[in-house]
């Protein structure tokens, strides 16, 4: 089975540095040099489409734009390409979501992905009005998904759960497709419920070996609902002809980084509930805290597997940096651990989505690993990749 490929919209700003933010990052904390626009994102989106990629991610948190509004947007710069639309669940009703998932559906068939996330940090939940704890908020989400999905099957739904309550709620327009949900969490919290409901488990970059432990755990979880569960992971990407080219712009993001920034940055990271971000921050935190982080070379904790972008940015925080042929290779050996979808960004996103599509995405399909149609009429080559892998 092919690889799905998607890419991530910055929506907070773009740059050819390392733009602080993603999750759990308050609003206003993003700096960037380059404007998420309408109009830039969709450069992204239509490079993306072209390429074959399946869908694009777009965040939520109070740090960038909403999600749902942007994909809608979106939706008519492009003819193919899904929107992988984050969400909170209990912020709105689930009524109401449900409701939104399927217009979406109907203008745009087949082109709505669900990415469901919890939420890790109670400050940020708290400016949105919401005071449950962690564990409240996945037991919020399993009474939420459960009433989202069966309305989508058509039922009229009657709920008092602990946290959602509905009384005969319906939907006037059912989606179809139904949209899939993808679903994170490393939390013991996280795990039941992803096994209930997610259609993709993700996860954030650690080493193939970390990767594989939460699959074999999701994947027994699910086994005991009776359901299957296919399994994505979120990467940053430098790609480039040679493996020296790749680590020299990793040293140029480094370089551009001081001591005062990395310890603010780690500072409001090191608050976070979430367990996934624990699990980022440990990939890098020896060498913070000796120092030797200035050195690119020095965060690489599994081949080509860089944590140098945790430093300053919550969230994904590590990057498959090398050749195009390195970085392909570790993208078959997460694959040959389950892993079935990757989510890619880069700084900047447009100029490195080209260095990746042009560079890595033919290996790819040199090895079955991509079989996805490229677009007709595919969007102007920049010619940022030689002619050399």
């Not at 399946?54 to 749902?68: H, K, S, Y």
């Amino acid at each position: 089975m092919s690889l799905s490929l998607h890419w991530f919209l910055p929506t907070y700003g773009d740059s050819r540095l390392i733009v602080g933010g993603g999750h759990g990052t308050p609003a206003g904390a993003a700096h960037s040099d380059r404007d998420a626009s309408i109009d830039y994102l969709a450069s992204i989106v239509r490079a993306a489409e072209s390429f074959g990629f399946t869908g694009a991610l777009i965040p939520t948190g109070a740090w960038c734009e909403d999600a749902f509004v942007t994909a809608a947007l979106l939706a008519r710069e492009t003819t193919s390409l899904a929107f992988l639309v984050a969400f909170r669940p209990g912020l709105v009703s689930p009524t109401l979501s449900a409701q939104m998932a399927a217009t979406f559906a109907r203008h745009a068939p087949g082109r709505l992905l669900l990415n469901v996330v919890v939420g890790g940090e109670a400050h940020e939940q708290r400016s949105f009005g919401d005071f449950l704890d962690k564990d409240g908020r996945y037991q919020r989400c399993d009474e939420f998904l459960e009433v989202v999905r069966r309305l989508w099957t058509g039922e009229t739904v009657t709920l008092e759960g602990e946290h959602i309550r509905v009384d005969e709620a319906a939907l006037a327009t059912l989606p179809n497709p139904v949209p899939p949900l993808y679903f994170g969490g490393s939390s013991a919290a996280a795990g039941p419920v992803a096994a209930k409901h997610a259609d993709v488990y993700l996860t954030w970059g650690e080493p193939p070996a970390a990767v594989a432990e939460k699959v074999e755990w999701i994947r027994k979880l699910a086994a005991d609902e009776g359901r299957p569960v296919r399994f994505g992971i979120r990467l940053h990407t430098i790609s480039r002809d040679t493996s020296d080219e790749a680590w020299q712009q990793a040293d140029r993001l480094v370089a551009a980084l001081d001591e005062e920034t990395v310890r603010k940055a780690q500072e409001g990271l090191h608050r976070s509930q979430s367990e996934g971000q624990k699990r980022m921050l440990a990939l890098h935190e020896e060498n913070r805290r000796a120092g030797s982080w200035h050195d690119a070379r020095s965060l690489e904790v599994a081949p080509n597997l860089w944590a140098g972008v945790g430093l300053v940015r919550g969230g994904a925080g590590t990057a498959l940096v090398g050749s195009h042929q390195e970085v392909a290779d570790r993208i078959a050996e997460y694959a040959e651990v389950g892993i079935d979808e990757f989510i890619f960004s880069g700084y900047p996103h447009l100029e490195e989505l080209y260095w990746f599509g042009e560079g890595v995405v033919p290996i790819l399909r040199e090895r079955g690993l991509f079989t996805a149609t490229t677009k007709a009429t595919a969007a102007p080559s920049i010619p940022f990749v030689g002619a050399s892998r």
